[in-house]
């Protein structure tokens, strides 16, 4: 609510009379509701009486004509029990009492969209996601001239929101403006060294998706990397180092990352302890060498590296996500009856439960490769159809223009022409949106080449 004013009244030990400290610490009639906190203070447990208290029994009657806004009492629990005894008929004029449990950091978790498995959370639809990214905008406009710290810090925790909800709606220029100008500054502005050079590998990982490979490359070596090694973060400087063994692989520079996977990530996460990282990087390592070509021992570092490592662990969003790397090996050697088996029964089922739509639509489009690779196109079509409308229900741009750019032309040959024609052509915009320029040169000549033979 950016247009309405929040006052906040703080109580001390001294004050007697709250309706007086309201009209002492608010500049004139307030303009909204009035946060009342700190009347412990006034509220010894020892004493027989409380003047606070009586004050508040006796002036009820100019409480609508002085205030006239809502005021919440922000109290511990035992004071509730004192303002029923004490200011009864004050007491009366409640509209309600909210109870707030005593809770853990990790228990407010759930209630985080963002923090889902460590990201925007799949399960939002695209509605839900765009009106999610207004509340943060409402919530940053009404803090613009704020200047403690610990607002500042949320203000940019929002713009980080924000910024990763439109990089999976494909409004990648907006969230690395937001990245660049709204959220990096205010890191700056409070000298907080380790979020900044935490958003400068965000900024990295949009670049990275625009294709950007080699200033993606440079952010990670000169503005993240060396800020983790002077302050002497084993895992985060890991962790980057896999980040840009990513790049690396992405340019096709195969054999340095790998090294990198296997001399410096792998053994960092050894010292630390970490067999959940270690796994992941065993995996990345079999990626590696499945684009070599090694397949025989990516898949036995999958099988026997990574997988007991989860099932050890109950992670069972890890194990389905290496389920479908194996099932992806096992694709490529030909052996389809085994690859759509884990699909079907050891991944999909996995994603359907914990409602992750981005990686069901993943896994419905790799099962229908499947089934066109053996020439079941029918029996492909109706998987890309439900995975197309999952990743478009979530707003999730790339998997739109992939799953469209395999769906199009499959539509088209079975004589739904203009669906096909259709499908690919948000397909193309889509890549162009993201600046996967190939791709859409790729999908402008599939409609081409649809058109033209309809015509003919």
Do not use: C
């Amino acid at each position: 609510m950016p247009g309405i004013p929040v006052h906040v009244v703080r109580v001390t030990a001294d004050t007697t009379d709250l309706l007086a400290e309201i009209k002492a610490q608010v500049d004139g009639p307030p303009q909204g509701p009035v946060m009342i906190l700190g009347l412990e203070r006034a509220l010894e447990a020892a004493a027989t009486r409380y003047p606070i208290l009586e004050a508040l029994n006796l002036r009820r009657p100019e409480w609508p004509g002085a205030v006239g806004r809502p005021v919440v009492l922000w109290v511990p629990e035992r004071v509730v029990g004192l303002l029923l005894r004490g200011a009864p008929d004050f007491f009366d004029w409640r509209s309600d009492t909210i109870v707030f449990p005593e809770l853990a950091p990790v228990d407010f978790r759930p209630l985080e969209s963002r923090t889902w498995m460590a990201g925007p959370d799949p399960r939002m639809t695209a509605e839900e996601r765009r009106q999610r990214i207004e509340e943060l905008r409402s919530r940053i406009a009404a803090q613009q001239h704020a200047t403690d710290p610990a607002i500042l810090t949320s203000v940019a925790g929002w713009w980080d929101e924000i910024a990763d909800h439109l990089k999976l709606l494909g409004e990648l220029d907006e969230a690395l403006r937001i990245r660049q100008e709204e959220e990096l500054p205010v890191y700056e502005r409070l000298g907080d060294v380790r979020s900044r050079a935490i958003t400068q590998g965000k900024i990295a990982d949009v670049l990275q998706a625009q294709g950007q490979l080699d200033e993606a490359l440079r952010i990670r070596q000169e503005e993240e990397l060396p800020v983790y090694e002077r302050l002497g973060d084993v895992r985060s400087h890991a962790v980057t180092r896999g980040q840009i063994a990513d790049i690396l692989q992405d340019r096709g520079q195969l054999d340095e990352a790998l090294r990198i996977r296997q001399e410096e990530e792998l053994p960092a996460f050894a010292r630390l302890g970490d067999v959940h990282s270690r796994a992941i990087t065993q995996g990345k390592i079999a990626d590696i060498l499945q684009d070599r070509g090694q397949l025989d021992e990516a898949l036995r570092i999958h099988q026997e590296e990574e997988l007991p490592v989860y099932e050890r662990l109950g992670d069972v969003r890890s194990r389905a996500i290496t389920q479908g790397r194996i099932a992806g090996i096992l694709a490529v050697r030909g052996q389809f009856d085994e690859a759509l088996r884990i699909r079907q029964e050891e991944e999909l089922p996995v994603y359907e439960r914990l409602g992750d739509a981005v990686r069901q639509a993943a896994a419905l489009w790799s099962i229908a490769t499947i089934h066109v690779a053996q020439g079941h196109v029918h029996e492909a079509l109706p998987l890309l159809e439900q995975a197309y409308l999952l990743v478009e229900r979530v707003g999730q741009l790339d998997g739109i223009s992939a799953i469209g750019t395999t769906w199009g032309p499959l539509l088209a040959a079975t004589g739904r022409r203009d669906e096909g024609v259709a499908v690919l052509r948000r397909a193309e915009a889509g890549w162009r949106q993201l600046g996967r320029q190939r791709e859409a040169d790729t999908v402008e000549a599939l409609i081409l080449k649809i058109e033209a033979a309809g015509e003919a």
